[in-house]
C-alpha cells in the first residue's frame, strides 16, 4: 500500500511538472510572437508589421511635414498660423503636384535606390548575384540574398535618409530654400520603411550578420561569434 501511494505522489509531482514545464514553454512562444521573432536553423527570423510599421510611419512623418513646415514658415515667413497653412498648401500645390515637383520626386526615388543599390554592392564584395530586385506591395528596393554584417546593413539603411533627406531638410530650413526643404521632406517620409525598420533591428549586434527573406521588411539574422 505504502508502494502504491509513495509511486501515485511520484506521479502527481511528474504531472505537475510537466504541466509547469508546458506553462513555461508557452509563455516563452508567446513572448517570440509578440516580438515576431521566430526560432530558424540558422538564425533568428525576424518579421515586421508591414500595417503597424505604415501606421506608425504615417502617424510619425504626418507630424514631421506639418511641424517642419510650421518652422519654416516661422523663419522664413510671417509666423502666422494662416501663412503656415498658405505654405504648407503652396507647398503641396507647386511642388508635390505639378511637373516640376514629379520630376524632383522621380529623381530623388531614383538617386536614393542607386545610393542604396551601389553601397549594398560594395559591402557584399560586388557580387551582384547577392542582391535581387525587390517589388512586393510592402516597399520597393534591394534584398540582399548573401550574409552580410548588420553593420554594413546598418549604414545602406540610414545613408540615404541622412545624405538626400535630413541634409537637403536641413539646408532649406537654414537658407529658406523651398526646393531643398521640398526634397527633403519627400526622401525622409520616403525612407520611413528603412529608419523602422533600423530601429526594430537595434537589439542586434552590429557583427551579426543578415540575410533578407523572400519579401521586404523579414530577414534572418545569423548571430556571430564574439
Known sequence: ?????????????????????????????????????????EGVEVKVSAARANITILLNLFFFVVGGVI?????????SS??????????????????KGTII????????TLLQYGLLYWFTGKDRR????????????????????????????LTPFVLIGLLPFIHGLCTGNDVCFFIGVFCVVGSG???????????F????????????LSATIIKGSY
Open 1 to 41: 500500500m505504502r508502494q502504491d501511494a509513495q509511486m501515485g505522489a511520484d506521479m502527481d509531482i511528474g504531472t505537475v511538472n510537466h504541466e509547469v514545464d508546458f506553462c513555461k514553454v508557452y509563455d516563452m512562444e508567446t513572448k517570440e510572437k509578440n516580438l515576431e521573432e521566430y526560432s530558424h536553423p
Open 71 to 79: 518652422l519654416f514658415n516661422y523663419i522664413w515667413g510671417d509666423g
Open 82 to 99: 494662416y501663412g503656415a497653412g498658405y505654405e504648407l498648401g503652396n507647398t503641396v500645390r507647386l511642388q508635390a503636384l505639378s511637373i
Open 105 to 112: 520626386m522621380a529623381l530623388c526615388y531614383i538617386v536614393y
Open 130 to 157: 547577392a542582391l535581387h530586385w525587390n517589388t512586393d506591395w510592402k516597399t520597393l528596393g534591394f534584398l540582399v540574398k548573401k550574409p552580410l554584417l548588420l553593420k554594413y546593413y546598418r549604414i545602406a539603411l
Open 193 to 203: 520603411a528603412d529608419c523602422y525598420y533600423f530601429w526594430k533591428l537595434r537589439s
Open 205 to 216: 549586434n552590429g557583427n551579426d550578420k543578415i540575410v533578407d527573406g523572400n519579401e521586404s
